[in-house]
């Protein structure tokens, strides 16, 4: 008989066991060795879980107390985070916002002497995955009980890997910066660089070196580096022809006074600035500075013209040498006529340019030069300056008037003669060179009281003078298709250790403004030394050398600035107009010579 559901009974047959709906009662026994086995495998699984669960309770809450204190000790070998700790110092650009100068974080190693366990081992250990380090630096570091020993700064990310993986107790690392220059040599001698400490040492990393630091805006320059990169080109290819031993270039936009280029070689790897020779540091277009030549007589003429004494159709006898004391004042192709101003200025004479000076004398000549700011340190954004080499004013001689007319005698900066130049054909106007980009429209001159230095119709017979130049007189070689180009060359002799002119060295250079007839740029390029080749017929003079230097950068960054060349009958409009103020009898008294040998003179001047 069966029996029925009752107190501690089993279902009734006809109601099968379903899992998860019924289940063997709570007072049911273990029927088998296997159920017990697994019923204490169930409760020691809990156990641990447990454990683990209140472990990791415990860590996580210590770790969160840590990081909410923020004094917990550090370990003895520690991670940097990029630019934690260390000032960011600004960024240096071109007036396009290309980065020419930046910092990257990066770490430095330094020990812990005191915890080092085994300096030796360590020593040994070290040395394996940096080699370049001083062994006798390196044990001092490691033994020398200091809290932090640098051992090496701006270690690479390969380096770092390699430095931690080692584990070594002691070692830590900080958080570093290190300057970079992208542009790498291009512009090396305005931008500068700094030291390991990100101090500045030259350009504008020193002269700036204050605002770099307190300011995190990038000071932006107002060098555009494409023009930069093409005036680098063409005078590095100058000095490989003519085997010059340097070189200097500028661009300036005559309306702002912003310097677009300012080149000066041999240069040098900014990123490496201790590989670099004292010459390649050397800025030729602000410290160096030369007795320019015949550019100076862009001054000489336009204070004759525009003092009154002296008028373009007035005529000088050239035929003879000029005597100053022991010496004769020359010219290398010799007129036997007397010629007028614009052929004086045309042909570059020397005698004729100093027969016009005796017309205005000393003091004015002297007045005239500190008014275009010849006679004083250039105010320019970089640290190296040459103050000019010149007499005092009452050492002022009668020979220093004839010599400072056609550019010996008194040696400037190549800063200074852009400014003193970019002054004459700007209507008199004052043009402040600058190497830091100006924001806003630019300036309209005088309205800042400034006054003319010469009048607006002197500006317009220079400018004249020097479309003629190119046209018609020693730098042909520097004419542009379908734009006025106006310039002047000069080639004056360098002077030795003796203070003596030497006999076979020159320095060479021209200086050309474009359009002429609404002058906007002014081009800037001397050559140290040049030497003459077959090319040239064997003459090394700015006509040959450094006019060709000048064309190839016009021809190149005319349509990068956006000026359109003109056709040809815009040109010959152009061309009437600039010539004009000078009358059509002394324009036309200027013969257009093919094969003339005009870019050969100016060498031999003082003899």
Same mark, same amino acid.
């Given at each position: ?121 360590? &020593? ?5 995955? %940096? #080699? @370049?380090? *001083? ?5 001092? $570091?490691?033994?020398?009980? +200091? ?110 006074? &912003? ?5 000066? %070689? #041999? @240069?040098? *790897? ?5 590989? $670099?020779?004292?010459?390649? +540091? ?128 008194? $040696? ?133 050398? $450094? ?61």
């Amino acid at each position: 008989m069966k029996k029925g559901r009752g107190t501690g009974g089993l279902p009734h047959a006809s109601q099968p066991i379903l899992p998860g709906l019924t289940s063997t009662p709570r007072s049911r026994r273990l029927s088998t060795p296997r159920e017990h086995a697994l019923e204490i495998a169930r409760a020691r699984l809990v156990f641990v879980t447990l454990v683990f669960a209140v472990a990791w309770i415990v860590i996580a809450g210590r770790l969160s107390y840590l990081t909410l204190r923020g004094d917990a000790p550090e370990p003895q070998i520690t991670r940097a985070e990029p630019g934690e700790g260390v000032a960011e110092r600004a960024d240096i650009t071109d007036r396009n916002g290309t980065v020419l100068a930046t910092s990257l974080p990066t770490v430095s190693l330094c020990a812990d002497s005191k915890s080092i366990l085994n300096p030796a081992e360590a &020593e040994h250990q070290l040395i394996s995955v %940096l #080699p @370049d380090l *001083d062994e006798k630096r390196l044990d001092d $570091a490691l033994t020398g009980g +200091k809290q932090c020993a640098m051992i090496k700064r701006h270690l690479s990310p390969k380096q770092y890997y390699e430095v931690n993986k080692l584990g070594i107790a002691g070692l830590e690392f900080r958080p570093d910066e290190r300057r970079l220059y992208p542009a790498g040599n291009l512009a090396a001698q305005v931008v500068g660089y700094t030291d390991i400490d990100d101090n500045g040492i030259a350009g504008i990393e020193k002269s700036m070196d204050e605002r770099l630091n307190e300011n995190p805006e990038p000071v932006a320059l107002s060098v555009d580096l494409r023009v930069q990169t093409i005036m680098r080109q063409e005078l590095g290819a100058a000095m490989n022809t003519y085997h010059a031993i340097g070189a200097a270039g500028m661009v300036l936009d005559i309306k702002t006074g &912003e310097i677009l280029s300012m080149v000066s %070689l #041999p @240069d040098f *790897d900014p990123d490496h600035p201790g590989n $670099a020779s004292d010459d390649a +540091k050397f800025n030729r277009d602000t410290l160096g500075v030369y007795e320019m030549g015949s550019t100076f007589k862009i001054f000489n003429t336009a204070l004759a013209l525009d003092s009154g004494l002296v008028h373009v159709a007035d005529t000088f006898d050239v035929s003879q040498p000029l005597e100053i004391g022991h010496h004769k004042i020359r010219d290398f192709e010799r007129e036997d006529r007397a010629l007028n101003v614009a052929e004086i200025f045309t042909h570059s004479s020397n005698i004729g340019s100093a027969k016009m000076a005796t017309r205005f004398g000393g003091l004015r000549q002297r007045d005239f030069f500190a008014r275009l700011g010849l006679t004083e340190r250039a105010k320019i954004e970089v640290p190296e300056v040459g103050a000019p080499l010149l007499p005092t004013a009452r050492d002022w001689s009668d020979s220093t008037t004839l010599t400072a007319a056609f550019g010996h005698g008194i $040696a400037v900066n190549a800063v200074q003669l852009i400014g003193a130049v970019a002054t004459i054909i700007n209507d008199g106007y004052p043009v402040h060179p600058t190497l830091v980009k100006q924001n806003g429209p630019a300036p309209d001159y005088g309205d800042d009281g400034e006054e003319r230095v010469v009048s607006a119709h002197t500006s317009a017979l220079v400018r004249g003078l020097m479309r003629l130049v190119v046209t018609r007189g020693t730098a042909k070689q520097a004419d542009v298709e379908g734009y006025m180009v106006g310039g002047k060359t000069g080639t004056a002799d360098k002077i030795g250790a003796n203070h003596k002119y030497l006999d076979n060295a020159r320095l060479s250079s021209f200086i050309a403004a474009f359009p002429i007839n609404a002058p906007r740029y002014l081009i800037f390029a001397l050559l140290d030394d040049p030497k003459g080749s077959a090319k040239t017929k064997g003459f090394a003079t700015a006509g040959w050398t $450094a006019a060709p230097v000048v064309r190839n950068v016009i021809a190149q960054i005319g349509p990068l600035l956006d000026i359109a060349p003109l056709s040809k009958d815009m040109q010959e409009a152009a061309e009437r107009q600039i010539l004009k103020p000078l009358g059509s009898e002394v324009v036309d008294g200027i013969p257009v010579e093919e094969g003339s040998n005009y870019a050969s003179v100016e060498s031999d001047s003082i003899q």
